[in-house]
Nanobody, 116 residues
Framework: EVQLVESGGGLVQAGGSLRLSCVVS????????IGWFRQAPGKEREGVSA????????YYADSVKGRFSISRDNAKNTVYLQMNSLKPEDTAVYYC?????????WGQGTQVTVSS
């Protein structure tokens, strides 16, 4: 059974930090690009960050560059999203995504709320 389980969300004040984790199982972790998406109320889901399985190259949306950092631990089948200098506009449900040419999988999401 494929599972992507996110954790680490919560309520934080503006300027604070959170670290999200995504633990995956049921597929070959290092054959997938793993990414984080977010969806705020009334808005479309948007890509936040991603990390390659080939060379650990990374992608960041302009809105989070310099504040967020993604990393992966293939031994633990886990991807992390370190979020620093959080802003109220970062408030959203954050979803973990795994994708390759054959398949794509989603987690259930974790809520991040940043108070001003």
């Amino acid at each position: 059974e494929v599972q992507l389980v996110e954790s680490g969300g919560g309520l934080v004040q503006a300027g604070g930090s959170l670290r999200l984790s995504c633990v995956v199982s049921g597929f070959t972790f290092d054959e997938y690009v793993i990414g984080w998406f977010r969806q705020a109320p009334g808005k479309e889901r948007e890509g936040v960050s991603a990390i390659s399985s080939v060379d650990d190259s990374t992608y960041y949306a302009d809105s989070v560059k310099g504040r967020f950092s993604i990393s992966r631990d293939n031994a633990k089948n886990t991807v992390y999203l370190q979020m620093n200098s959080l802003k109220p506009e970062d408030t959203a449900v954050y979803y973990c995504n795994a994708i390759n040419l054959r398949s794509t999988y989603w987690g259930q999401g974790t809520q991040v709320t940043v108070s001003s």
